[in-house]
């Protein structure tokens, strides 16, 4: 009896978040809410792209030849390159001589040597995003957060602005348990064994265009490597802000996931809101050894443009994961809501024998918001699995493509893919897609395809109205319910933050 | 406490009269049953006076307690506290028949300007009223209305009605679809929600539902209008001779 007890009270402290949601998203305003900026004074390398750019980002980040070389060789590349445009997206050409690739804060010139030191600017630019740079734990209680321990949890930071990484936070604590977690760019000067190792084998130099190009700009970004066996003690996470204009974002990040250990990641993103559309092309490596498990969360909200599709951030993306071992497990969960246009396929190659590759996504695209987005599942070694959930929401003007890869190759015996991709539609003025490739070399794998297409119908709005909601406050309720899967992959707190976002990001876009 | 007078609605999208002048008062403490052959008006009146899209009223007018309905949105109404029991109640998937059940409530209250109840209490009110309609903890978990059965659906409506405590009551069609065993049980749910304060019309086609909830007053409606009004027995006589009868005995 006293079990069963228990499992109630959990399922009503479930329900309780739920509802918080609910009166949450009701209280904050439509508009989008990161739009706000920082007054710094910044240095930048002068616009366009050049030999010599590439040598000065590489100079500011004080890194060896090898790098700089590394760096050249992208750029040469990148000028052989053509800009891919088989995605169902539309946006005016990119002037890439007509950009910034290097904004820095003056203040971050001498790299601080502690938290302690960073521009107070900065800090307060964290803390009112909701990321305080401190050492504290995440309380519980906060946000609703009543499924989290008693004693509160940590959650290490690498905050990222513009350029530069400004501070991470709990490095020592996890130096202890052996995992670095540092800037791309520190790693470069302090390991660079492991950086040489690895940068670069999960998304090849000449990849594409935008990770070409991110190969020979990017300024800095995160790095992760967690030994083998080690379960990571806290959750780790960058939050990327872009705050200078005409300037583009290029960060990097490379995690690596040693034997048997495992990491969870989380990155947000946030960006002013301007006229001017601004450019982010990053790249993001994992490499899972043997038993090794990751999971990569991402709450992307870059500015989307207004209600006429001005200005916003084009998010030209590669993440890729490379299960290498046996057994090796990845998990991309990704919740996208902003940006005018999303170019991203976070991809799981299952090398490894028995290894698994998961990816959840709730794209919702509102106003003349663009998203392209989905997955790459190839699987090599054999017994291996994939499954795909992934929900995309269009409302206003908006256009949202999933489009997505699997791949059975011919010692991939055994595996197996299962794949749901559902639309939502919200109004008749939007478009979903689904555009799904499926190669299938060998006799014993199986693949398993689901597609939907919905719109939140007149009877459930009218249902839930006639109970007492209003009209936002059905389709919060409504929409939710639709993207419960992959919200329930998320960690706690980015759970919360997303359902407030997959309701804020509709408002307005009912009738 | 429901009041309406010479009501005449047209379908929006076609030019078409549906109710063609109903006149209709249900007091607090009654049970009024309309009864009707399909297609006289009788589940556009429901969707009328709780606010759905589609209708024009084109004269006459609906209150409750003195209030006019016509000029409110759905969610106004229900927080005013007209409840419809849907014929066909509707599926939403990935919410929880709880959380919606909190979400409507909270919503309602807000509206009134009332505290809103906290998650223990709210659970601990749902349990005691699910158990009456041997609603058990599964049922309350899984997203509204979805894979339930036809018994299940009406069992889930009357429990909303149950925990929303509406002051008017409308259910349209509940019987459909129900065996004799589940159309007991929801019944008894109804009957239990009967008191003083409470006014309830019942919609229906056939006379067995009125077998277990006893109405005060029943009325024919047919053609957009009701045509006659009488105690119980008359709902009696439309089983034995069918609707026939009357229709020609008014015409």
């Known amino acids: 009896m006293a079990v069963l007890d228990e499992a109630q009270v959990r399922d009503q402290v479930k329900e309780g978040v739920d509802q918080e949601t609910v009166d949450a998203v009701r209280e904050v305003g439509g508009a989008y809410k990161y739009g706000w900026e920082t007054d710094i004074e910044m240095e930048y390398a002068p616009k366009g792209l050049t030999p010599d750019i590439v040598r000065l980002i590489s100079e500011k980040n004080e890194e060896p030849e090898w790098m700089t070389n590394w760096r050249l060789e992208a750029y040469e590349r990148w000028l052989t390159k053509e800009e891919p445009d088989w995605a169902m997206v539309d946006y005016p050409e990119i002037d890439f001589q007509d950009q910034y690739y290097y904004a820095r804060p003056k203040s971050m010139e001498v790299k601080p040597k502690s938290l302690d030191e960073v521009d107070p600017k900065l800090l307060a630019t964290y803390a009112k995003l909701g990321i305080p740079l401190k050492e504290q734990m995440i309380l519980a209680g906060v946000e609703g957060a009543e499924n989290a321990p008693a004693e509160g949890r940590k959650v290490a930071v690498d905050a990222v602005f513009d350029s530069v990484s400004v501070g991470t936070t709990f490095q020592k604590e996890l130096m202890q348990a052996g995992v670095i977690f540092c800037s791309i760019s520190e790693a470069i000067r302090e390991h660079p064994e492991l950086v040489k190792k690895y940068l670069g084998s999960v998304v090849p130099v000449s990849d594409n265009f935008y990770a070409t190009l991110n190969s020979a700009v990017f300024s800095d970004g995160s790095f992760v490597y967690v030994p083998p066996g080690v379960r990571c003690p806290m959750e780790l996470s960058t939050y990327f802000r872009i705050n200078a204009e005409n300037t583009g974002q290029f960060e990097r990040t490379l995690i690596i996931a040693d034997k048997g250990s495992y990491v969870s990641y989380l990155e947000g993103c946030t960006a002013p809101q301007r006229d001017i559309s601004q450019l982010h092309a990053a790249v993001v490596e994992i490499i899972v050894e043997e038993d090794a498990e990751v999971k990569y969360s991402t709450v992307q909200n870059w500015y989307p443009g207004d209600e006429n599709g001005k200005g916003g951030i084009y998010n030209f993306v590669t993440k890729r994961a490379d299960c290498r071992g046996d057994r090796a497990k990845v998990m991309w969960t990704q919740v996208e809501t902003g940006s005018a246009v999303t170019w991203k396929y976070p991809s799981c190659i299952l090398r490894g024998n028995e290894s698994q590759g998961e990816f959840y996504s709730i794209a919702i695209a509102n106003n003349y918001q663009q998203a392209d987005t989905g997955t790459k599942m190839i699987h090599l070694g054999k017994n291996t699995r994939s499954r795909i959930v992934s929900k995309g929401i269009s409302a206003g003007h908006a256009q949202n493509t999933y489009r997505g890869l699997v791949s059975m190759h011919p010692k991939a015996k055994d595996s197996r893919n299962y794949t749901q991709c559902d639309s939502l539609l919200i109004g008749d003025q939007c478009g979903a897609h689904t555009v799904p490739y499926i190669e299938v070399k060998n006799n014993s794998s199986r693949v398993e395809h689901e597609a939907t297409t919905s719109k939140v119908d007149d009877d459930q709005m009218f249902y839930c109205r006639q109970r007492g909601m209003d009209e936002e406050e059905a389709v919060a309720l409504v929409v939710n319910g639709f993207c419960k899967d992959v919200l329930q992959a998320l960690p706690m707190e980015f759970a919360m933050e997303a359902q407030q976002l997959v309701a804020i990001s509709l408002e307005g876009s009912v009738g | ?251």
């Open chain 2, 1 to 251: 406490m429901l009041e309406i007078k010479d009501l005449h609605v047209d379908l929006e999208e076609e030019t078409k009269t549906i109710l063609k002048g109903v006149n209709l008062s249900v007091e607090a403490g009654k049970v009024h049953a309309i009864m009707g052959p399909n297609g006289s008006g009788k589940s556009t009146l429901s969707y009328v006076l709780s606010g759905r899209d589609g209708y024009e009223v084109t004269k006459g007018s609906a209150t409750l307690e003195g209030e006019d309905l016509l000029e409110m949105e759905p969610e106004e109404r229900a927080a005013a506290g007209l409840f419809l029991a849907f014929q066909y109640p509707v599926e939403i998937p990935g919410v929880g028949n709880m959380t919606f059940l909190r979400t409507a409530l909270n919503a309602q209250r807000k509206a009134r300007g009332e505290d809103e109840m906290s998650a223990a209490d709210f659970l601990k009110m749902v349990r005691e009223k699910a158990k009456n309609l041997k609603i058990d903890a599964d049922m309350l978990k899984r997203p509204v209305n979805v894979g339930f059965s036809g018994g299940e659906k009406k069992r889930n409506e009357i429990l909303q009605m149950a925990v929303l405590e509406p002051k008017m009551c409308i259910l349209d069609e509940t019987d459909s679809g129900l065996d004799v065993d589940a159309m007991k049980l929801v019944a008894q749910g109804v009957n239990a929600l009967r008191d003083a304060d409470r006014g309830f019309l019942v919609i229906t086609h056939y006379q067995r539902l009125l077998d277990h909830i006893k109405p005060d007053v029943v009325h024919i409606m047919a053609d957009g209008r009701i045509v006659k009004t009488g105690g119980p027995e008359l709902a009696l006589e439309v089983e034995n001779n069918g609707y026939a009868d009357i229709l020609t005995e008014v015409a």
